[in-house]
């Protein structure tokens, strides 16, 4: 079975040093903060005074804190607790954005009224926009795809920036701030 091929803009874009670097360095930080205490195989606040300020070493890949603290393991275990907040934070601001895009679909009849009185102003006027008489009956057969999409988009609305981002030569960029 062949494997359907990336879209042109996704292929051009892995077809950079710098994006393909990236994105290596992207992964191997989640699997690091996801795998923390099997990889570092110690406690991230257990302390060893009689191992403070240690070089690195077989043992402790990048040495120890004034406290004798592995500092792998609290590089590692940080980065878990950095990306569960930004799932988190992303999750809740899309159940945020559909619960006030439902609550403002099944309640249009009161908000537009509402508005227009805070404005003193004819908002959606009733001649042009009917939205007085438009029935509105949200479905979930039509907010998950909705909802799915919307999230496929910002996705993708990231790729054409890290593309453009990717062909700035540093030196260049700075030289004229």
Same mark, same amino acid.
């Given at each position: ?12 874009? =892995?077809? +950079?040093?710098? *994006?393909? !670097?990236?994105? /290596? ?11 923390? %205490?099997?990889?570092?195989g110690f406690d991230p606040n257990e302390t060893a005074v009689s191992q403070r300020l240690a070089q690195p070493s077989t043992a402790h890949l990048m040495g120890t804190d004034e406290l004798g603290r592995d500092l792998f393991a609290r590089i590692a275990f940080g980065g878990r607790y950095s990306l569960t907040i930004a799932?988190?934070? #992303?999750? %809740? !601001? ?6 006030? %895009?439902?609550?403002?679909? =099944? ?9 227009? +009185? *805070?404005?003193?102003?004819? =908002?959606?006027? #009733?001649?042009?926009?009917? /939205?007085? +008489? ?6 979930? %057969? ?12 910002? =996705?993708? !609305? ?5 593309? +453009? ?5 540093? #030196?260049? #960029?700075?030289?004229?701030?």
């Amino acid at each position: 079975m062949r494997l359907p091929r990336l879209p042109l803009v996704m292929r051009q874009l =892995f077809r +950079r040093r710098i *994006v393909m !670097a990236a994105t /290596i360095a992207l992964v191997l930080v989640v699997l690091v903060s996801m795998f923390a %205490g099997t990889l570092s195989g110690f406690d991230p606040n257990e302390t060893a005074v009689s191992q403070r300020l240690a070089q690195p070493s077989t043992a402790h890949l990048m040495g120890t804190d004034e406290l004798g603290r592995d500092l792998f393991a609290r590089i590692a275990f940080g980065g878990r607790y950095s990306l569960t907040i930004a799932l988190l934070t #992303a999750l %809740g !601001a899309m159940m945020a954005g559909t619960l006030f %895009g439902l609550l403002v679909a =099944f309640n249009i009849d009161v908000i537009v009224p509402f508005i227009e +009185r *805070v404005l003193h102003t004819s =908002f959606l006027p #009733a001649s042009v926009y009917l /939205i007085s +008489r438009m029935p509105s009956e949200p479905q979930r %057969g039509d907010i998950v795809p909705i909802v799915i999409i919307s999230l496929v988009l910002s =996705f993708v !609305a990231t790729i054409y920036p890290s593309w +453009r981002a990717s062909r700035v030569q540093p #030196a260049e #960029a700075l030289r004229y701030e």
